[in-house]
C-alpha cells in the first residue's frame, strides 16, 4: 500500500510500474497516475514525475501542496485523506490526464493508497503499559 500526506512537498512513491512494460505490446514513455477515493468522490489524475525506473522499481516524485498534475504534483487539501485506488497507466503523452484517450497503452499497475490526515506518526496513547507484577499474573 503506497502512502502520501496532503499538502506536504517532496514524497516518493514507489511502485514496480516497469515490470508491465514486458507484458504491452507497444511502448511507452511517461506514465498517467490517477487516485479514486473508495468512499467518496474525489478522484486525481497527474503524470508521473519519474525519478527511477529501472527492473527493480519505479519511484515517482511528488508535491501534494502545489496544482500543476502535468509536472507530477497535486493540490491534495488537508481535508482531503482516507483509501483510494491509484491506476497506473503507459502512455506517450506528456500532457493527457484522461485514461481513455487514444495515447495510453494500458494499465500497467493498480494498487491502494492511503492518504493520511497529517504528517505526524499515529500514536495510540490508550494502550496500557503493564507493570510486571501485572503482566506475571500477581
Do not use: C
Amino acid at each position: 500500500m503506497l502512502q502520501l500526506y496532503p499538502n506536504t512537498s517532496g514524497q516518493t512513491l514507489y511502485t514496480t510500474a516497469y515490470e508491465a512494460k514486458q507484458w504491452l505490446s507497444e511502448t511507452f514513455t511517461d506514465y498517467l497516475i490517477t487516485f479514486q477515493q473508495e468512499f467518496g468522490v474525489v478522484d486525481f489524475a497527474f503524470i508521473g514525475d519519474i525519478d527511477s525506473d529501472n527492473y527493480r522499481y519505479t519511484n515517482f516524485l511528488i508535491d501534494t501542496d502545489d496544482d500543476d498534475p502535468t509536472a507530477g504534483n497535486l493540490l491534495i487539501p488537508t481535508t482531503t485523506n482516507g483509501l483510494f485506488t491509484y491506476i497506473i497507466y503507459g502512455q506517450n503523452s506528456i500532457t493527457n490526464l484522461d485514461p481513455e484517450n487514444a495515447v495510453v497503452v494500458g494499465e500497467v499497475e493498480r494498487g491502494y493508497l492511503r492518504i493520511f490526515e497529517s504528517t505526524e506518526p499515529f500514536n495510540n496513547d490508550n494502550t496500557p503499559n503493564p507493570s510486571i507484577a501485572t503482566y506475571g499474573g500477581q
